[in-house]
Nanobody
Framework: QVQLVESGGGLVQPGGSLRLSCAVS????????MGWYRQAPGKQRELVAT???????DYVDSVKGRFAISRDNAKSTVYLQMNTLKPEDTAVYYC????????WGQGTQVTVSS
């Protein structure tokens, strides 16, 4: 069983920054494609960013240039650096791991409000 534990969410003013972390329990972390998803109230969960086992990244258009996904294989952790946050970024953010099977974290709330 793979466990994913997110941290780093919170309340931030528009234009501010947050860094989300997701620690993964399994030592085969380096083989996983990792992703961050988000779900705002009343909306479907959407993919925000992914990073492959080789380090290739991809982003939804709405966060390009503002968010950056990275991974530290030695720490079995994936990060999402979020800059220039907007109110529309408010959502529960979920960490995702894929390697054949798919695993999810419990989610962390990000609220962007003045």
């Amino acid at each position: 069983q793979v466990q994913l534990v997110e941290s780093g969410g919170g309340l931030v003013q528009p234009g501010g920054s947050l860094r989300l972390s997701c620690a993964v329990s399994r030592s085969v972390f380096r083989s996983y494609t990792m992703g961050w998803y988000r779900q705002a109230p009343g909306k479907q969960r959407e993919l925000v960013a992914t990073i492959s086992s080789s380090g290739s990244t991809d982003y939804v258009d709405s966060v390009k240039g503002r968010f950056a996904i990275s991974r530290d294989n030695a720490k079995s952790t994936v990060y999402l650096q979020m800059n220039t946050l907007k109110p529309e970024d408010t959502a529960v953010y979920y960490c995702n791991a894929k390697f054949g099977s798919e695993f999810w974290g419990q989610g962390t709330q990000v609220t962007v409000s003045s």
